[in-house]
């Protein structure tokens, strides 16, 4: 199976063959790995996405990708654009650019939270392997262990718990920063079941609550639309002439419009 970049040969293949080929067969033709046939087609052809991918690539478009890139690594990108997926498909892409900002801001502190969770962890890690070590040096003769050993993995030890104390500290003010970012953004979840509420409450809280939910909106205009085509044919059903069982013949729907001469 061949490894690397897709060649323009390739790519074109792939673009001719995209609509009319599964994956499988177009990663069997050009002895490639399906998955990487599967990127290429969802990355550059925008074929087969979800809702989600297709708005989390829609980041890459954006002019401080650019930005994103030089300051988070490939791992945390591609956990950026999942965020980024998933809060713009919450706000249903009613999203201005101002709140464009507010959701990469949100995002970033999001990552920034994870990098710091990461730290403290190899801290912990980190701090356990030298309270083993001394431990074990302890455990030996009193005039064949090494003080100054002991005395510099200690300090070593003091260091790394000022420093995750210090990563807590960071930790909670970023944690305070996002909750804040989010209720500004009406992001949380008792903020959302208070707008869904309100919206039971008014006439005018009923339209934003349409407006906040365009597939709602949808649905009720499928609803009316065929409410008003069967109301349509029922109307023209009436207006045609009808025996009675009585033997008179009339129109049911008789007005100035249906009647016939």
Known sequence: MRKGRLSKPETK??????DTMTVEEIAQELDRDPSSIETFIKRKLRLGLSEEEEVAYTLEERPYWSELKQQFTGDELELVKYHWGRIISQFKDDVFPTEELQVVDVIKLEILMNRGLKQNKENIDQIGAFEKLIQEE????????DRDYILNLERQTA??????????????DLQTKKN?????????REQR????????????GWIAHLIQNP??????????????????????????????DDGIVDQPFLTPDTVKD
């Open 193 to 204: 079941i208070r707008r869904l509420e309100d919206s039971r409450q008014s006439f005018t």
């Open 180 to 188: 804040s970012m989010l209720k500004e953004m009406k992001a949380t």
């Open 215 to 244: 597939e709602i909106m949808k649905q009720y205009g499928l609803e009316m639309e065929k409410m008003r085509l069967a109301m349509e044919g029922e109307k023209q059903r009436l207006s045609e002439y009808h025996k009675y």
């Open 13 to 18: 293949f792939i673009t001719d063959n995209a």
């Open 159 to 172: 260091t790394l718990r000022a420093a995750q104390e210090s990563l807590n500290r960071d930790y909670r």
């Open 138 to 145: 302890r455990a030996m003769d009193p005039d064949q262990q």
